[in-house]
């Protein structure tokens, strides 16, 4: 069993920043894929960033170049620093894991309780 836990939401104007980590615990996650999904008020759940075991990330598309994923396999974290965040980017995030990377970006096993980001305007 792994459990997930993000921290580091909450408010910042447009064009701030925030960095969201997500500290695993139950099992080492070196091995895991770990991703980033958030979802908006009354729409679905999104895929916004995976990493591998190894270091190699995707984004969606959309987000590519203000978003990065990264990994601290050492401390069982990953961060996803978010850049020019803009009114739209404002929703709940949460942490995924999985064993398997071909799952991480559509139906990740195991989920965080998600962290609320607010990008006022």
């Known amino acids: 069993q792994v459990q997930l836990v993000e921290s580091g939401g909450g408010l910042v104007q447009a064009g701030g920043s925030l960095r969201l980590s997500c500290a695993a615990s139950?099992?080492?996650?070196?091995?895991?894929?770990m991703g980033w999904f958030r979802q908006a008020p009354e729409k679905e759940r999104e895929f916004v960033a995976a990493?591998?075991?190894?270091?190699?990330?995707t984004y969606a598309n959309s987000l590519k170049g203000r978003f990065t994923i990264s990994r601290d396999n050492a401390k069982n974290t990953v961060y996803l620093q978010m850049n020019s965040l803009k009114p739209e980017d404002t929703a709940v995030y949460y942490c995924?894991?999985?064993?398997?990377?071909?799952?991480?970006?559509?139906?990740?096993?195991?989920w965080g309780q998600g962290t609320q980001v607010t990008v006022s305007s």
């Open positions: 139950g099992r080492t996650l070196r091995s895991y894929s």
């Open positions: 995924a894991a999985d064993p398997l990377y071909a799952r991480i970006t559509n139906r990740p096993e195991y």
């Open positions: 990493i591998n075991w190894g270091g190699a990330s």
